[in-house]
């Protein structure tokens, strides 16, 4: 057997072209040649494996390749290098339908604009190319990072306080599903810096957190999500923006670690998406001195961190794509076309261009001039070529703008956002298990606002457990009023409620909030929950005084909704901080609790119901007020301890009496056939043991003989 293994050890080593060493090998043992076989069978599996581009057609990707490469002019084929921005919200569609007749570029980024504008756009732009454009977008958190009237999931910080991976994977595809909809092929995302800085000024929200093996598996799942809908991945930003205080969009940030560290940590997340067939990576605008020897020099520029580390120490074989080249952590070094320059480094793509006309003639002259072998450029492009296929671009259809909007928000995402943020939700402090709140009687709760923002969808699902008082802390001038108006109440619950628009919002406590909130945990039975940012909480003063301290990452209304529910136990804690804080929270941290018996809130489809036919109760309603046949109304449908629908409709009272809401009280009397009977008529109808057809004389023989034998149950 080993004689024969080393006789194709031998052929392959010819094969390879190899001959001189083969040559010079002739007089080796045989054990020699067997260790080199196995070397190289080894190295020629894995780099078949591990190409992310490659189709499972591959002989047809390639002769698709070949003959539009073959087709192009060598200005076409520089132009393919480049991608460009397009806006449909800040037109600049004109202008991008110039760059593509007169330099044949490879693909646009979507930054702002609507579903159906921005499809109708490009599938103009996709008629006008001669190849097929590659559409990309960033969509961290979903397509609304760039397109409206779309659904926006949670940061990647909230996401990071998952336990269970399987529910990035499911929204990385429902992301793909939303993108492969709209005809966008790459989605500039996931972010995998591994954020140990929490003055990082422009990663922060966008990571998973500071663990790197947490934010691996997060990142992993993510990119197993969207590339299973056909759509690439591209890990950002290499070789890792996590540590850094400032904001590569407006300065070159330098990483201060030595080359080990960065090996060890920051790329840890690469090495795993590799292996898992990552599509393409990101190239942040940094300066790192343990990777690369000049002195301020961009990472986007730097061959040493590009081609030797990247592509020939990690081996990584997707594409290689630049931060934007217009971000001042680039555009500052201009000693030489920053195009060119991004070029020779190892690039694939040149993202956003300050100047595609100059970019193109730069590589055009470096490429007669003997600087750009023909070699070179065909890699790059046919790697382009390569991914395009891969995405389906060599059999083109335009995009069906026909219920374009809700295709992209169907109510599944929602469903699956809202299960998600019910295992985001962080109980970091539970002093005698003060949380949830199980006794309602004689407990006057208040809650009291903080933040720049609006607290009051929290405010109303707290109320629909118990009567919770509301207090905005800004409306009082004096702390000892407060504390005076505070001391009415068994417990205090504080919510610290700012934006959520963006990633990058304020989240920090005033120098007011922070002594007053102190005073107040110190006299009251005090749960604080914080909607903004896990690093707010590092501004506390004290932590020991409070009950419970909640971690609510966020102020957009499911957050509110979830967050009272947890507190008063209709709904479990289940997060864990994804970053440490306070010198005290570990990241990985987190106070799990158990569901009481207590109803929860959630939308139709959770529990198998369908929204469209519940909201056909509304003219139900309508008809029996508009009849008399009731001034008003309260309904809730709950189904398997959650209710799905709960509205008020009308008056108390015929002449004009009160509306009624939520917390109108009736008198209650003759309920036994509308909660014994009816329920047992439902199930035994849902059993198919009746019909609404039988009578009282089947149903019950001692009715036989009476007058009443053949009524119905209808």
């Given at each position: 057997?080993?004689?024969?293994?080393?006789a194709?050890?031998?052929l392959?080593?010819?094969?390879?072209?190899?001959?001189?060493?083969?040559?010079?090998?002739?007089?080796?043992?045989?054990?020699?040649?067997?260790?080199?076989?196995?070397?190289?069978?080894?190295?020629?599996?894995?780099?078949?494996?591990?190409?992310?581009?490659?189709?499972?057609?591959f002989?047809?990707?390639?002769?698709?390749?070949?003959?539009?490469?073959?087709?192009?002019?060598?200005k076409e084929?520089?132009?393919?290098?480049?991608?460009?921005?397009?806006?449909?919200?800040?037109?600049?569609?004109?202008?991008?339908?110039?760059?593509?007749?007169?330099?044949?570029?490879?693909?646009?980024?979507?930054?702002?604009?609507?579903?159906?504008k921005?499809?109708?756009?490009?599938?103009?732009?996709?008629?006008?190319?001669?190849?097929?454009?590659?559409?990309?977008?960033?969509?961290?958190?979903?397509?609304?990072?760039?397109?409206?009237?779309?659904?926006?999931?949670?940061?990647?910080?909230?996401?990071?306080?998952?336990?269970?991976n399987?529910?990035?994977?499911?929204?990385?595809?429902?992301?793909?599903?939303?993108?492969?909809?709209?005809?966008?092929?790459?989605?500039?995302?996931?972010?995998?810096?591994?954020?140990?800085?929490?003055?990082?000024?422009?990663?922060?929200?966008?990571?998973?957190?500071?663990?790197?093996?947490?934010?691996?598996?997060?990142?992993?799942?993510?990119?197993?999500?969207?590339?299973?809908?056909?759509?690439?991945?591209?890990?950002?930003?290499?070789?890792?923006?996590?540590?850094?205080?400032?904001?590569?969009?407006?300065?070159l940030?330098?990483?201060?670690?030595?080359?080990?560290?960065?090996?060890?940590?920051?790329?840890?997340?690469?090495?795993?998406?590799?292996?898992?067939?990552?599509?393409?990576?990101?190239?942040?605008?940094?300066?790192?001195?343990?990777?690369?020897?000049?002195?301020?020099?961009?990472?986007?520029?730097?061959?040493?961190?590009?081609?030797?580390?990247?592509?020939?120490?990690?081996?990584?074989?997707?594409?290689?794509?630049?931060?934007?080249?217009?971000?001042?952590?680039?555009?500052?070094y201009?000693?030489?076309?920053?195009?060119?320059?991004?070029?020779?480094?190892?690039?694939?793509?040149?993202?956003?261009?300050?100047?595609?006309?100059?970019g193109?003639?730069?590589?055009?002259?470096?490429?007669?001039?003997?600087?750009?072998?023909?070699?070179?450029?065909?890699?790059?492009?046919?790697k382009?070529l390569?991914?395009?296929?891969?995405?389906?671009?060599?059999?083109?259809?335009?995009?069906?703008?026909?219920?374009?909007?809700?295709?992209?928000?169907?109510?599944?995402?929602?469903?699956?956002?809202?299960?998600?943020?019910?295992?985001?939700?962080?109980?970091?402090?539970?002093?005698?298990?003060?949380?949830?709140?199980?006794?309602?009687?004689?407990?006057?709760?208040?809650?009291?606002?903080?933040?720049s923002?609006?607290?009051?969808?929290?405010?109303?699902?707290?109320?629909?457990?118990?009567?919770?008082?509301?207090?905005?802390?800004?409306?009082?001038?004096?702390?000892?009023?407060?504390l005076?108006?505070?001391?009415?109440y068994?417990?205090?619950?504080?919510?610290?409620?700012?934006?959520?628009?963006?990633?990058?919002?304020?989240?920090?406590?005033?120098?007011?909030?922070?002594?007053?909130?102190?005073?107040?945990?110190?006299?009251?039975?005090?749960?604080?929950?914080?909607?903004?940012?896990?690093?707010?909480?590092?501004?506390?003063?004290?932590?020991?005084?409070?009950?419970?301290?909640?971690?609510?990452y966020?102020?957009?209304?499911?957050?509110?909704?979830?967050?009272?529910?947890?507190?008063?136990?209709?709904?479990?804690?289940?997060?864990?901080?994804?970053?440490?804080?306070?010198?005290?929270?570990?990241?990985?941290?987190?106070?799990?609790?158990?569901?009481?018996?207590?109803?929860?809130?959630?939308?139709?489809?959770?529990?198998n119901f369908?929204?469209?036919?519940?909201?056909?109760?509304d003219?139900?309603?309508?008809?029996?007020?508009?009849?008399?046949?009731?001034?008003?109304?309260?309904?809730?449908?709950?189904?398997?301890?959650?209710?799905?629908?709960?509205?008020?409709?009308?008056?108390?009272?015929?002449?004009?009496?009160?509306?009624?809401?939520s917390?109108?009280?009736?008198?209650?009397?003759?309920?036994t056939?509308?909660?014994?009977?009816?329920?047992?008529?439902?199930?035994?109808?849902?059993?198919?043991?009746?019909s609404l057809?039988?009578?009282?004389?089947?149903?019950?023989?001692s009715?036989?003989?009476?007058?009443?034998?053949?009524?119905?149950?209808?």
């Amino acid at each position: 057997m080993s004689l024969n293994l080393i006789a194709i050890g031998k052929l392959l080593l010819k094969i390879a072209g190899m001959v001189d060493f083969y040559n010079k090998l002739s007089y080796m043992s045989n054990k020699l040649y067997f260790i080199l076989f196995f070397c190289f069978y080894y190295t020629v599996s894995f780099s078949q494996k591990k190409d992310p581009l490659r189709t499972i057609d591959f002989q047809n990707q390639k002769k698709w390749v070949d003959s539009t490469y073959n087709s192009m002019t060598l200005k076409e084929k520089v132009g393919q290098l480049f991608v460009v921005q397009l806006m449909t919200k800040n037109d600049n569609s004109a202008s991008v339908y110039k760059e593509i007749s007169d330099h044949s570029i490879g693909g646009v980024i979507l930054s702002n604009g609507s579903p159906t504008k921005t499809v109708n756009t490009t599938n103009k732009m996709q008629s006008l190319s001669k190849t097929p454009l590659l559409i990309g977008i960033d969509g961290e958190w979903g397509l609304k990072m760039r397109i409206d009237s779309t659904i926006k999931f949670p940061w990647n910080m909230s996401l990071g306080a998952l336990k269970d991976n399987s529910f990035v994977e499911r929204i990385g595809s429902s992301i793909g599903k939303h993108c492969k909809r709209m005809g966008i092929h790459i989605n500039f995302a996931p972010v995998v810096d591994i954020n140990t800085n929490p003055k990082n000024p422009i990663i922060g929200n966008r990571s998973y957190g500071e663990n790197k093996f947490n934010v691996t598996n997060k990142a992993v799942s993510f990119t197993k999500g969207i590339q299973s809908e056909g759509v690439l991945a591209c890990a950002k930003h290499f070789p890792g923006h996590g540590d850094t205080s400032k904001d590569s969009h407006k300065t070159l940030p330098t990483i201060t670690f030595k080359k080990k560290r960065i090996l060890d940590v920051e790329l840890y997340p690469y090495k795993s998406l590799f292996k898992e067939g990552l599509g393409s990576v990101m190239i942040a605008h940094l300066n790192v001195p343990s990777l690369e020897s000049n002195i301020n020099f961009p990472s986007s520029l730097s061959k040493n961190i590009v081609t030797s580390l990247l592509k020939e120490r990690l081996k990584f074989k997707g594409l290689i794509i630049t931060d934007a080249l217009g971000m001042k952590g680039v555009t500052s070094y201009d000693k030489e076309n920053i195009d060119l320059m991004a070029f020779k480094a190892g690039n694939d793509v040149l993202l956003m261009s300050g100047d595609v006309n100059a970019g193109i003639t730069s590589i055009i002259n470096a490429y007669n001039n003997g600087e750009i072998s023909n070699k070179r450029l065909e890699h790059s492009v046919k790697k382009i070529l390569k991914a395009k296929y891969k995405v389906g671009l060599n059999n083109y259809k335009p995009i069906d703008t026909n219920n374009l909007i809700s295709d992209l928000n169907e109510v599944d995402d929602n469903v699956l956002k809202n299960e998600v943020v019910s295992n985001i939700i962080t109980l970091l402090k539970n002093q005698e298990n003060f949380t949830p709140i199980l006794n309602l009687n004689d407990n006057k709760i208040v809650h009291l606002q903080t933040g720049s923002e609006s607290g009051m969808t929290f405010n109303n699902y707290l109320n629909k457990y118990t009567t919770v008082d509301y207090i905005k802390l800004s409306d009082y001038k004096e702390l000892d009023n407060l504390l005076d108006k505070l001391s009415n109440y068994n417990t205090v619950i504080i919510g610290h409620h700012q934006p959520s628009n963006t990633p990058w919002d304020k989240y920090n406590f005033t120098r007011k909030e922070l002594l007053w909130i102190d005073k107040i945990s110190k006299n009251n039975n005090t749960i604080l929950s914080v909607f903004a940012k896990p690093y707010s909480l590092d501004r506390l003063i004290d932590v020991e005084s409070f009950k419970s301290i909640i971690l609510s990452y966020q102020n957009e209304d499911v957050f509110q909704e979830k967050t009272a529910q947890m507190i008063f136990g209709s709904i479990e804690f289940n997060g864990q901080i994804p970053v440490s804080v306070l010198n005290k929270y570990k990241a990985g941290e987190g106070i799990k609790t158990f569901k009481t018996n207590r109803l929860s809130y959630g939308l139709p489809e959770s529990v198998n119901f369908d929204s469209k036919k519940l909201n056909r109760i509304d003219s139900i309603v309508k008809v029996s007020i508009d009849s008399m046949m009731t001034p008003g109304i309260q309904l809730l449908v709950a189904k398997d301890s959650k209710v799905v629908f709960d509205k008020s409709y009308g008056k108390l009272r015929y002449d004009n009496g009160p509306q009624v809401n939520s917390m109108t009280t009736y008198d209650l009397a003759s309920l036994t056939k509308i909660l014994v009977t009816l329920p047992l008529i439902m199930k035994l109808y849902d059993n198919d043991v009746i019909s609404l057809d039988s009578t009282i004389g089947e149903l019950l023989p001692s009715y036989v003989e009476s007058n009443k034998s053949e009524f119905t149950i209808k």
